[in-house]
């Protein structure tokens, strides 16, 4: 049966183009994956290939033959074997074949609200949502000890660096030093100069070849003295390793981990205080961790490792030198995804990430005292968010406050405010308020720099505000 060469489409929205030329004539024998000609648009030329194995028995659009729509026939292949005289004058039927009339469409009635379609609701939360419990993430039995954030962040590495040859650490002091922050401390003497290696001071070159070996297997984890730095390589992170899972068609995944501080240190002035969370966030293709605690510092970092994504983990640096409880234990891990209830209460829900969780955490304190009980609820993961868990909050306080130390402007407090009104708008007793930090490069001076980031006072007024106290 002859086969009809059709004219390409260029792009989605391409209808017609150009027949610039033929590269085979006819009688040629062709395979599968020969260039066979070229078409062109006014923006761009595409040669266009054999998708089977014959001859080319006839050529039916001429070169040089303009506004060539689309799917029509160009050409003809007769298959092995098949009679080359008859394919020709066979082929191309499909451009004489008559458009079956069409028919009228059926009217419907007006959809009802039931049968709009799901992207127009935001029904990714059930009616009566379900918080998820983290109370069984800490294993039955296991012993607890108490650890910095910075020691939980290195044995995370440390433990998946020996359960997976494939890991390894790169960045700038990570090696010789011992990391920055120290956060890499010991790794160097374990596992030598090829899983932890020191690279020069440029952020774009080191990113683009962890990416290249997230892209060829292995699981790197890239650290940046600060997210600041990572500016100079955010073309690797978001072009590169966000996009080529779904560009590839799910060929091609880049299992690789981003982790460094982020946002306010300090007194290190605007160009090393700015949050990118809500940058990152902002991407598919990424997920986006910020932990507040040692336990969960340890537990989604080697979630992350393990993870086939990239993963953006925000560290904050005056969190490493906290103390928390941790279970010891090399399986200890915490599912990437899943927010946490850190404090049961029910007149209002305080919802924070990261540092953000320090005021949180002491406002809720300081309710309590005037007899406001707030719930408390760590976001842990920015994208994906689990907002199931802060609407079953919503569901029970009627009230809401949402806190970072970012700037205001499309904020993760913002998307937090519209992802509740868009799924508990019923349930709210006053609007979602939120307190951020300022809008203002971050001041170098210390008596500005306190002005410019939220505080235990800011979160308590917020509270009593929507509780009308």
Request: aromatic share 6%; net charge negative; glycine share 8%.
């Amino acid at each position: 049966m002859p086969i009809d060469i059709l004219m390409p489409a260029l792009s989605p929205t391409m209808e017609e183009g150009k027949l610039a030329k033929w590269l085979k004539k006819e009688g040629d024998q062709v395979k599968s994956g020969d260039i066979i000609a070229e078409i062109e648009t006014d923006k761009a030329t595409m040669e266009v290939e054999a998708v089977d194995e014959g001859i080319l028995a006839k050529i039916l659009v001429a070169d040089g033959t303009e506004n060539v729509a689309v799917n029509t026939p160009i050409g003809v292949i007769a298959a092995e074997g098949e009679d080359v005289s008859a394919a020709a004058s066979g082929g191309g039927k499909a451009a004489a074949q008559e458009k079956p009339a069409e028919s009228k469409p059926e009217e419907k009635p007006e959809a009802k609200s039931e049968d709009a379609p799901a992207a127009s609701r935001p029904d990714t939360v059930p009616a009566q949502a379900k918080a998820y419990d983290a109370s069984s993430e800490f294993p039955a039995g296991a012993e607890i000890v108490s650890m910095t954030v910075r020691e939980a962040l290195r044995d995370a590495m440390a433990e998946e660096m020996r359960r997976d040859k494939d890991v390894f650490v790169m960045g700038e002091e990570v090696a010789e030093y011992q990391g920055a922050y120290k956060v890499t401390q010991g790794l160097l003497q374990e596992f030598g100069p090829k899983r932890v290696i020191d690279t020069p001071i440029t952020e774009h070159g080191f990113a683009g070849i962890g990416v290249g070996a997230a892209l060829s297997g292995l699981r790197p984890i890239v650290e940046f003295m600060t997210f600041n730095f990572a500016m100079q390589a955010i073309d690797h992170i978001i072009n590169s390793a966000a996009k080529t899972l779904y560009m590839s068609g799910g060929q091609m995944g880049a299992p690789i981990v981003f982790r460094g501080p982020n946002g306010a240190a300090a007194r290190v002035g605007a160009q090393h205080s700015h949050d990118y969370a809500a940058w990152y966030s902002n991407v598919p293709g990424l997920k986006v961790v910020m932990p507040y605690s040692a336990s969960d510092a340890k537990g989604l970092l080697k979630s992350a490792i393990r993870d086939p994504n990239p993963v953006i983990f925000l560290e904050n640096e005056i969190m490493y030198g906290k103390s928390f409880d941790v279970p010891k234990g090399d399986d200890f891990l915490v599912p990437i995804g899943k927010a946490k209830v850190v404090r049961p209460g029910t007149d209002v829900t305080i919802v924070s990430f990261g540092i953000g969780m320090t005021y949180a955490l002491g406002a809720a304190e300081a309710l309590a005292k005037e007899g406001i009980e707030a719930e408390v609820i760590d976001l842990r993961t920015i994208r994906p968010m689990d907002i199931e868990t802060v609407v079953a909050s919503v569901q029970k306080t009627n009230r809401c406050v949402a806190v970072e130390e970012g700037f205001p402007q499309s904020g993760v407090t913002a998307e937090i405010g519209m992802k509740i009104m868009e799924a508990a708008f019923d349930y709210l007793d006053a609007p979602v308020a939120r307190v951020t930090g300022k809008d203002v490069p971050m001041p170098y001076a210390a008596n500005l720099e306190k002005l410019a980031l939220p505080n235990i006072g800011e979160v308590v007024a917020a509270a009593k505000a929507v509780c009308y106290r």
